[in-house]
């Protein structure tokens, strides 16, 4: 299983973007970046996946670099609501980690 | 995308006893995972759970003490036997929905352990 590394805290304040690194230097060719939310007491929520470059959804923008050995999640304009913890996975159909392996995940907290 | 249901949410139990819990999913899939959180702490993989074979455990999880049954595509059973007070933790399933060539992992809201 690829080994990620991630910040384990950030703060933040309302309405600002928030950008979260992840490095993941041993990476296979198949395997997909998978952000996921987790708020206490709920289990981990999938935000964004991505290959290569940049994917954008509604929550969250994923810009990943050509070496592939880092990705950076931003989300726009943080409100309080997102005060949770952010986990970067890798692994994929494709490869034989299908299964995923948490870290430790980044603990955001938004302030007012 | 797939919604995961999970019985029971909470369960104070007693040392010696077992617990199973129940996860359901919406729709059909082929790979079910169980996890333990412990509080404050990240998710730790017990177990693969695929339909039609047995489970694969990970390193320091055996299936005496964490038995699994996935009699279908759509359900899966997490049994915690003979509890003891460091059995007390959050267990989560999940299920792998296909994307044409990857996965999106939902997951269930947890079941909370406590072991007296």
């Known amino acids: 299983l690829a080994k990620t590394t991630q910040p384990i805290s950030m703060d933040s304040y309302e309405g600002q973007e928030v950008n979260i690194t992840c490095s993941h230097n041993?990476?296979?060719?198949?395997?997909?970046i998978t952000w996921y939310q987790q708020f206490p007491s709920q289990g981990p929520r999938f935000i964004i996946q991505?290959?290569?470059t940049k994917v954008t959804n509604e929550v969250a923008s994923l810009f990943i670099p050509a070496d592939r050995k880092s990705s950076t999640l931003s989300l726009p304009r943080v409100s309080l609501s997102d005060t949770a913890v952010y986990y970067c996975l890798v692994g994929g159909l494709l490869s034989n980690d299908y299964k995923l392996s948490f870290g430790a995940g980044t603990t955001v907290t938004v302030r007012a | 995308s797939a919604v995961i249901s999970q019985k029971p949410s909470r369960d104070i139990c007693q040392r010696g006893t077992s617990l199973t819990i129940q996860c359901q999913v919406d729709?059909?899939?082929?790979?079910m995972f169980w996890y333990r959180q412990q509080p404050g702490q990240s998710l730790t993989l017990i177990a693969t759970a695929n339909q039609g074979s047995e489970a694969t455990y990970e390193s320091g999880f055996v299936i005496d003490k964490f038995p699994i049954s996935r009699p279908n595509l759509t359900f899966s059973t997490l049994t915690v036997s003979n509890m003891s007070p460091e059995d007390s933790s959050i267990y989560l399933c999940?299920?792998?929905?296909?994307?044409?060539?990857?996965?999106?992992?939902?997951f269930g809201p947890g079941t909370r352990l406590t072991v007296t």
């Open positions: 041993n990476i296979a060719t198949n395997d997909y």
């Open positions: 991505g290959y290569k």
């Open positions: 999940s299920a792998d929905v296909p994307t044409g060539k990857s996965y999106e992992q939902y």
């Open positions: 729709s059909q899939v082929t790979m």
